[in-house]
């Protein structure tokens, strides 16, 4: 079976270290590989209007930012094909077939759109003309769980790289292959989740130590953020509360400078800007013993932190200057990533037998099956 991804990110801000060290550089990792026959990633902008109808434009701002996000990053639209989500219209058929397999119950227990509900502050008796609530929970909202395996399975993805906030949805999605196989027959490929490889890049804390870092919480490093943003982001970061003088024995547990550096640091680093320590191991030691400051491990972060992000900040500049080129790559990526996605809703629809104008046997029992009833 051909081995093939699909992923993507919803255009509601710019693409952060988070997203990242979560998916984004294991993507280019896969890319660059050559191990997948086929690699899609989707700018998921009909998701993220579902719980942001109200503000498109900010939508639309974002697609751009995520598409330059993507190119910086060092995903290559000659290896993968970078897509807009709404411009490919199979996907919403898909979507409504889907939904005669899912439950509002199961739709009900999904534990990312649980969160999602409090986070997003939609409740069911918002009373009116509270701003802090929003009234009730949109259905599109409420099932994008389906939208989601529409995506997955509409480019037969055997992949998905991605967060820990998106096992569900993928669990959600391989129930989905499993009752549709069993109901039509053998005709979807379950996917499999492609999570990070350790906890730190799981989920990589905000700079204020909160457990993730999300753009609400304003706590986010951005991958376009300049060499002096990521400076002065890192100077104030959260450490070890405790640890107050350079002698002070320090936690490196909850300490956000060394999670961003279990998250980005190589052996090569120390060799480079650290050379007194042999590794990471050796600098955490001496940290938990005491006697080392806070401020000489920020700085070794920055200088990490400035390797990774120099060169995808010397794309960024070049595609900036590049947008209607970038807005063809997309189109053309679309164009491709339709093609696939319609030939997956053609075998859905051959399997639920309702291509009636393509099933020859069908108008011929039909025709014969009349006429005997005549007889
Ligand atoms: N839910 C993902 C996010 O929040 C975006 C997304 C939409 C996605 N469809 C997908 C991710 C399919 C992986 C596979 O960013």
């Not at 995506?151 to 989905?176: K, N, Y």
């Not at 027959?185 to 492609?194: A, C, H, K, S, W």
């Not at 990521?230 to 060394?258: A, C, I, Q, S, W």
């Amino acid at each position: 079976m051909a081995k093939i991804i699909l992923t993507g990110d919803r255009p509601t801000g710019r693409l952060h270290l988070g997203h990242y060290v979560g998916s984004l550089r294991r993507r280019v990792e896969l890319q660059n590989s050559g191990e997948f026959d086929k690699i899609f990633i989707m700018i998921a902008d009909a998701q993220a209007l579902t719980d942001n109808a109200d503000n498109p434009e900010k939508v639309r701002q974002n697609v751009i930012e995520v598409a330059l996000d993507y190119l910086s990053a060092g995903l290559d639209p000659t290896k993968s094909t970078l897509f807009i989500q709404s411009q490919i219209p199979e996907l919403c058929e898909l979507a409504f077939y889907y939904m005669n397999l899912v439950t509002v119950q199961r739709l009900q227990r999904n534990p990312t759109v649980k969160a999602e509900i409090q986070l997003r502050g939609f409740s069911e008796n918002a009373a009116e003309g509270d701003t802090t609530q929003r009234q009730g929970i949109p259905v599109g909202f409420f099932t994008y769980p389906i939208s989601q395996a529409s995506d997955i399975t509409a480019f037969r993805a055997t992949t998905v790289p991605a967060g820990e906030d998106q096992e569900p949805m993928i669990e959600q999605t391989r129930e989905i292959v499993h009752k549709f196989n069993s109901t039509y027959g053998p005709t979807l490929v379950e996917p499999e989740i492609l999570l990070p490889d350790n906890a730190a890049c799981m989920r990589l804390p905000g700079t204020d130590g909160k457990t993730k870092m999300s753009k609400s919480l304003g706590n986010c490093i951005y991958l376009s953020d300049t060499a002096d943003e990521v400076k002065k982001k890192v100077m104030g970061m959260y450490t070890d509360p405790d640890h107050l003088r350079v002698e002070d024995p320090g936690k490196v547990e909850g300490n956000t400078v060394f999670t961003y550096l279990d998250a980005f640091c190589r052996p090569e680093h120390f060799e480079k800007y650290l050379p007194e320590y042999p590794s990471l191991d050796e600098l955490k030691a001496h940290y938990r013993r005491g006697g080392l400051g806070d401020v000489k491990v920020k700085r070794l972060l920055i200088a990490v932190l400035n390797e990774v992000l120099d060169p995808i900040r010397e794309r960024r500049r070049y595609y900036e200057t590049r947008i209607a080129e970038v807005y063809a790559m997309l189109e053309a990526g679309s164009r491709q990533a339709r093609e696939a996605a319609a030939a997956t809703l053609n075998d859905v629809r051959n399997a639920m037998k309702i291509n009636y104008f393509d099933d020859k046997e069908l108008i011929a029992a039909q025709t014969q099956a009349f006429a005997e009833k005549d007889e």
